[in-house]
């Protein structure tokens, strides 16, 4: 029996793909591994350190969490004319270094720690629609440079 090139080419390429799938599908069973994926803190040293500052000066009446998606305490309203599922992509993905939240858990402020990546007029423009955004929905936008101290958070949240 005699095969011809393209035969044999065919042959191969049909093989390549089983083997492939074969692999694939091995693989597919294992999605998750050390090998790709680890632990990270949830907030840097630096967010730590205000973190805890935001803790003390809440005290027991506020509720501070870190590192927020909008997307947890902003809904969009139906309106017409509006693309709801665009709206919600805007602001669903933005997150909030640290939310302050009332007993209600309503949030009453989103506190930020810029760092110098802030300097830039592309983020300045995007931390200015975010503050605008908080601010039409009554929520305080804060934003601090430097690590704050206990009483300049107290007094920026007006307790």
């Known amino acids: 029996m005699e095969i011809s090139y393209t035969g044999l080419v065919v042959v191969c390429a049909i093989l390549a793909v089983l083997v492939y799938l074969v692999v694939m599908r091995l693989q597919s069973g294992s999605k998750y591994s050390p090998k790709h994926y680890q632990?990270?803190?949830?907030?840097t040293e630096h967010e730590q350190d205000l973190f805890w500052r935001l803790k003390e000066a809440a005290g027991r009446d506020l509720i501070v969490a870190p590192q927020v998606v909008f997307g947890a305490f902003l809904k969009v309203k139906t309106m017409a004319l509006v693309d709801k599922t665009k709206a919600r992509?805007?602001?669903?993905?933005?997150?909030?270094?640290?939310?302050?939240?009332?007993k209600e858990f309503r949030v009453v402020a989103v506190i930020e720690l810029d760092a110098a990546t802030h300097d830039k007029s592309a983020q300045k423009a995007l931390d200015r629609r975010r503050d605008q955004l908080l601010k039409t929905v009554g929520v305080k936008a804060i934003r601090y440079r430097k690590m704050p101290e206990v009483a300049k958070i107290r007094a920026d949240l007006g307790l």
């Open 89 to 102: 992509h805007q602001v669903a993905h933005n997150r909030g270094d640290f939310i302050v939240c009332n």
């Open 39 to 43: 632990t990270i803190p949830l907030l």
